[in-house]
């Protein structure tokens, strides 16, 4: 199996969790509905990534709350210590 299509076949397992979860459904139950063979080291690789993915949105979000000076963060004192 060539690189190309172990990431086609996660680009579509991905797809199939987070529409799952968006229904409130469980994700291994909707890839294991398409894939029933499925190894669980697979499914773990999937949450992995559904968590990063969610990790980077939510690292995105803050970097554009702090571009749009939404939101500010506590400075130390010029003597180091806390306010």
Do not use: C
Request: proline share 5%.
């Amino acid at each position: 199996m060539t690189t190309d299509t172990r990431k086609e076949i996660m680009a579509r397992m991905l797809d199939i969790a987070e529409k799952a979860i968006e229904a409130g459904g469980s994700y291994e139950t909707a890839i294991r509905e398409h894939f029933p063979d499925v190894p669980d080291e697979v499914l773990t690789e999937v949450w992995i990534e559904i968590e990063d993915n969610k990790t980077e949105r939510w690292w995105q979000k803050m970097e554009r709350r702090v571009a749009s000076n939404l939101i500010e963060f506590p400075h130390p004192k010029e003597d180091g210590t806390k306010r």
